[in-house]
């Protein structure tokens, strides 16, 4: 299995600045084949199912606000919410769909600080 | 708008099979671009993969659960099951079925989820 780590397991931001959190995978996760990156994000709010935000990486899902953004390549990933809302507030995991099975991270939790 | 829903008991007793259906709503299972997963969730711990189904009933598995699971579809009724056999308290947990759109992509969308407990 491909292990996913999450960093930081928390973290608390103030409204409206910048938070970042990073995610390595255990194995590269780019194909040679395609050039891309199975890669994806997901945001969980309290009581709730994980919400898709992200795939191959970098791509939005349709409806996702522009202030989040994925980045990385091969073994290393960051999401980055630009400008903190308290909508945002959240556990938000990685997982890689290269290989089956498909793994998650630990899951990072986001608060307002 | 697709929509996934689990149905299925809230508590089952250690040792028993714990079985769980998700009905699909909005779109159809038969689709030849989709498949239809089932992932879990420890209370306040990290989610797993469990299995995947295709239309036609093939699967995949998660290798640690593999033979203890079974995964189903009745397409005439547009829903696909999870079989779990022999369970103990760690198989405690929320219960999600989603979308996949190959049999390791993926998830979107997802159920709401339902919490079964293994308890005697």
């Known amino acids: 299995d491909i292990v996913m780590t999450q960093s930081p397991d928390s973290l608390a931001v103030s409204l409206g600045e910048r938070a970042t959190i990073n995610c390595k995978s255990g194995?590269?996760?780019?194909?040679?084949?395609?050039?891309?990156?199975?890669l994806a994000w997901y945001q969980q709010k309290p009581g709730q199912p994980p919400k898709l935000l992200i795939y191959?990486?970098?791509t939005r899902e349709s409806g996702v606000p522009d202030r989040f953004r994925g980045s990385g390549s091969g073994t290393d990933f960051t999401l980055t919410i630009s400008t903190l809302q308290a909508e945002d507030v959240a556990v938000y995991y990685c997982?890689?769909?290269?290989?089956?099975?498909?793994?998650f991270g630990q899951g990072t939790k986001v608060e307002i600080k | 708008q697709l929509q996934l829903q689990e149905s299925g008991p809230g508590l089952v007793k250690p040792s028993e099979t714990l079985s769980l259906t998700c009905t699909v709503s909005?779109?159809?299972?038969?689709?030849?671009?989709?498949?239809w997963g089932w992932i879990r969730q420890p209370p306040g711990k990290g989610l797993r993969w469990i299995g995947t189904?295709?239309?036609?009933?093939?699967?995949y598995y998660n290798p640690s659960l593999e033979s203890r699971v079974t995964i189903s579809v009745d397409t005439s009724k547009n829903q696909f099951s999870l079989r779990l056999t022999s369970v103990t308290a760690a198989d405690t947990a929320v219960y999600y079925c989603?979308?996949?759109?190959?049999?390791?992509?993926?998830?979107?969308?997802w159920g709401q989820g339902t919490l079964v407990t293994v308890s005697s």
């Open positions: 189904i295709y239309y036609s009933g093939s699967t």
């Open positions: 909005g779109g159809s299972i038969s689709s030849s671009d989709y498949w």
């Open positions: 997982q890689q769909y290269y290989t089956t099975p498909p793994t």
């Open positions: 191959w990486a970098s």
């Open positions: 194995q590269s996760v780019l194909s040679s084949s395609n050039n891309k990156n199975y």
């Open positions: 989603a979308r996949l759109d190959n049999p390791s992509g993926w998830f979107d969308p």
